[in-house]
């Protein structure tokens, strides 16, 4: 078992200048923590493994082929692999808890 203190995730995201931090790789899984500021671009691409997000704080919009769904605190959202998708109109910093399964990367393209 591995357990993970969230506010120590973020510092370390945080402290890496970067909006994604993996914490978490297995095969059959891997987390992270992914942070978009106001205003920011989400520069994203598909990915080859299905992805769910747990938007922990904020609010925006998210686009996955052609489909819009604002978010906000407490929503969940599931991608499946090679859908084109993307969060936009970031109105508040968005934070969110990023499950890829199996783990991102793992698959061929």
């Given at each position: 078992m591995q357990a993970f203190d969230f506010a120590g995730l973020t510092a370390a995201r945080e402290k890496s200048g970067q909006p994604w931090?993996?914490?978490l790789r297995v095969p059959s899984?891997?987390?992270g923590i992914y942070h978009l500021?106001?205003?920011q671009d989400d520069r994203q691409r598909p990915?080859?493994?299905d992805e769910t997000y747990y938007i922990v704080s904020g609010r925006a919009?998210?686009?996955a082929a052609d489909q819009v769904q604002a978010v906000a605190a407490g929503t969940v959202l599931f991608v499946e692999r090679h859908a084109e998708h993307r969060f936009f109109d970031i109105r508040e910093d968005l934070t969110a808890l990023v499950f890829?399964?199996?783990a991102e990367g793992s698959r061929e393209s």
């Open positions: 931090h993996e914490f899984l891997s987390m500021k106001v205003g990915h080859t493994e919009l998210f686009r890829f399964a199996p």
